[in-house]
């Protein structure tokens, strides 16, 4: 049973940063992509970034330039966030896919970040 923890979500000001970390545990196959998604209230969950085997990365183009998303061989992932904006506020989930079809997510954690 594959299970993963979020931490590092806080309340930031307008151009502050935060670090998120992910913690994985359980049977996580080599083939499995490690990612960040977030949902803000009232809209749809997102895509903020992933990593793939091999250290591929994928950014969301609102996340291009402003956060970095990281994996280590033990399958932590954090996800380096700075120049915060208010529309960056969200519950930031941690996700993790197995193709075909398996899947996990974390609780999340909630990120603020004041104007």
């Known amino acids: 049973q594959v299970q993963l923890v979020e931490s590092g979500g806080g309340l930031v000001q307008a151009g502050g940063s935060l670090r998120l970390s992910c913690a994985a545990s359980?049977?996580?196959?080599?083939?499995?992509?490690m990612g960040w998604y977030r949902q803000a209230p009232g809209k749809q969950r997102e895509l903020v970034a992933a990593?793939?085997?091999?250290?591929?990365t994928k950014d969301s183009d609102f996340a291009k330039g402003r956060f970095t998303i990281s994996r280590d061989n033990a399958n932590n992932m954090d996800l380096q966030m700075n120049s915060l904006k208010p529309e960056d506020t969200a519950v930031y989930y941690c996700n993790l896919y197995s193709p075909p079809r398996i899947e996990h997510w974390g609780r999340g954690t909630q990120v603020t970040v004041s104007s």
């Open positions: 990593v793939c085997p091999g250290g591929i």
């Open positions: 359980g049977t996580i196959y080599s083939t499995a992509t």
